[in-house]
């Protein structure tokens, strides 16, 4: 298969919210790929409890990366693969923090491969100061009043601490 140029990637994910670890996983990304949609998903394979809406995760990773002009943050609804397409993504990425992390990812990726046979997962690894946190644990440990500034941007950190003062 020949391989497209620019290279345009998607890192999907809920992002609810975006975390240092996403952040990581993105600037790494930005290695492989010209061009990275992070994009929110409106349907999420683990049914979760959200805190922010769609629309304010998209405004926050915008916010985190208002000075990164190869990124873009966007919102899908429906199949991953099917926004790939219209994207011109062929590649997804996605970051693996443990083993435990492995079996789901692998069953996304090859479903993906199934639905689509032009796209390719790759997985990213973030550092290890940052390959403990999760979206949910943040928000949970934000709700029982712990401090998560240091796992989240300034600017996630200030709106998570409106959103849990509604
Ligand atoms: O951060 P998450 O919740 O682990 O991300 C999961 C996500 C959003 C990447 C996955 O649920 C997804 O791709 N949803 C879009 C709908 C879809 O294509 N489902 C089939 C996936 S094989």
Not at 54 to 59: M, T
Not at 83 to 112: P, T, W
Not at 129 to 155: H, M, T, W, Y
Request: overall charge negative.
């Amino acid at each position: 298969m020949k391989r497209p140029r620019p290279v345009v990637a998607l890192y999907p994910g809920s992002f609810d919210p975006i975390t240092r670890g996403h952040e990581d996983i993105v600037r790494r990304g930005l290695r492989v790929a010209d061009t990275i949609f992070v994009a929110v998903a409106h349907t999420s394979t683990h049914t979760k409890q959200g805190l922010f809406s769609v629309e304010e995760r998209v405004a926050l990773i915008k916010g985190v990366f208002a000075d990164e002009e190869r990124i873009e943050a966007v919102s899908f609804s429906g199949l991953l693969v099917d926004f790939a397409k219209e994207r011109g993504a062929h590649l997804v990425i996605r970051g693996l923090r443990a083993v435990s992390d492995f079996e789901y990812e692998l069953q996304m990726a090859q479903m993906n491969q199934e639905l689509w046979g032009e796209v390719e997962t790759i997985f990213l690894v973030p550092e290890v100061q940052n390959s403990f946190i999760s979206s949910s644990l943040v928000r949970e440990v934000a709700k029982l009043g712990g401090d998560v500034s240091s796992f989240v941007s300034p600017s996630v950190f200030e709106q998570l601490r409106l959103k849990l003062a509604e």
